[in-house]
């Protein structure tokens, strides 16, 4: 299992209800059992299918190993929200005086109190994944490994489970590089971090994606020397081009030092340190650090689980479905990380619902048809739903671009979080929404209007219908239909149209 420090009160708590010291695994009369639905891990999609399934009536059993909540709840979207909300008050007191707010002494920055936050704010959320209340809701919960035996079996702590369909939902892991001294040298991931009490004097991010940069942000407001080291030439790879150089001009602003297009050849102790030697235009250099935060992506949970025994197919990316989410084994569904190419909590959730009601019912459901945003919580957010332009071209797709800045934005404005922009891709011929971006402050709040539109086949110009109460900042997407209904107002059109007015005077 995977330890938690410190031995606090907090992390106590945690561990009464993600993996109870004192649980006990449900007896399996003769060391078999038949069960509807057996859910591997207890992650976000686990427990989602885990649940589901039991309020519908049926009997399900859940096999977690480590923690029950997963990643999200133990080392990934809970602590790194609680502490980029500390984060973000550090940043913002210091410069409150433009708000017409002086401080009469410099604010002290307690990194560990920050930390204490987290991990009693992650306690608290925890009993909604708790073991305790998963076996209220008539769940055989499992703390073990677990294997599978052939197509239908899967044994857990000497006991085999037959099942007549079963959900994998193990999750992913920390990547790591295959770079000479790093393990040696020793580094952090999500799965450590979060257990620090003391802020690093220094600290270098490998990996320029949502977490190297959310986390490069959050320790550099806390007073650390940031560094990010990735082998991306820009922030953010996978998102809109002008998102990603807007948040480097933030970063830069912020004194987090960037070393992009880079060739790590080395990782190395340095004195108190670690050194990591790369490779750019520039020829070699060297940056040293007190601590090394590892982020360069995730890795399917799949070992061990016997899955050649049940004939479920797998690559190094994960478990290999189809779009209804089966497995080359038809008894057997996967959802989540262990089998997605959006490792996000949300999209879990979402695939786990498909994978569920497949399972248990007619294979009906499509994830293809999911439309599944994305935010990489930094400051400003960045949010994006559907296709980018660069896979619009791709395709062959012919599209229009809509562009606001919230320059324009009156809430912004006020609030003093001008820079930012909404994008929105659409089909050139329907004036169909196809994806859009949006970079600002509670991106990640706004951009589900879009996600909805989306979904609905819902035009550009049919956003200009939305009312939203003045002043906000999801009033940019009412503007942005406006624009487009502008733009549809041909010359000729609005020629006739005055034509019309004149006669009518």
Known sequence: MIPLTPADEHNQLLLENAHPAQWKNPVVAGGSAQYNLVVLGAGTAGLVAAAGAAGLGARVALIERNLMGGDCLNFGCVPSKALLRSARTAYEVPTSDKFGVHLTSSPRIEFGEAM????????????????????????????????????????????????QKAIIATGARPSTLAVPGLAETGFLTNETVFSLTRLPASMAVIGAGPIGCELAQAFRRFGADVSVVSLDTRLLPRDDPDASALLARQFESEGIRMFLGAQIRQVARAGAG?????????????????????????????????????????????????????????????????????????????TARVALQNALFFRRKKASKLVIPWCTYTDPEIAHAGIRAQEAA????????????????????????????????????????????????????????????????????????????????????????????????????????????????
């Open 116 to 163: 204490a936050r987290l991990r009693r704010l992650r306690s608290q959320i925890s009993f909604h994944d708790s073991a305790q209340r998963f076996a209220s809701l008539g769940v055989d919960v499992f703390f073990e490994e677990a294997r599978f035996l052939a197509k239908n079996v899967v044994e857990v702590d000497g006991a085999h489970l037959k099942f």
């Open 274 to 350: 670690k050194a990591i030697v790369f490779e750019r235009g520039n020829g070699v250099e060297q940056i040293a650090a007190e601590e090394i935060l590892l982020a360069v992506g995730r890795a399917p949970n799949i070992d061990g689980l016997g899955l050649e025994a049940a004939n479920i197919r797998y690559t190094d990316q994960g478990v290999v479905v189809d779009d209804c989410l089966r497995t080359s084994n038809s008894r057997v569904y996967a959802a989540g990380d262990v089998c997605s190419s959006y490792k996000f909590t949300h999209a879990a959730e979402a």
């Open 394 to 505: 791709q395709r062959g797709e012919e599209i229009e671009t809509t562009t606001l800045n919230f320059a324009d934005n009156d809430r912004a404005v006020v609030d003093g979080d001008a820079e930012g922009f909404l994008r929105i891709h659409s089909q050139k011929r329907s004036g169909r929404i196809l994806g859009a971006t949006i970079v600002a402050r509670q991106a990640g709040e706004i951009i589900g209007e879009i996600v909805l539109a989306i979904g609905k086949k819902m035009k550009v110009a049919d956003l200009s219908a939305l009312i939203h109460p003045y002043p906000t900042k999801a009033d940019i997407i009412t503007r942005a239909g406006g624009s487009a209904l502008r733009e549809r107002l041909k010359p000729w059109m609005k020629n006739l149209l005055i034509r019309y007015f004149d006669a009518r005077r």
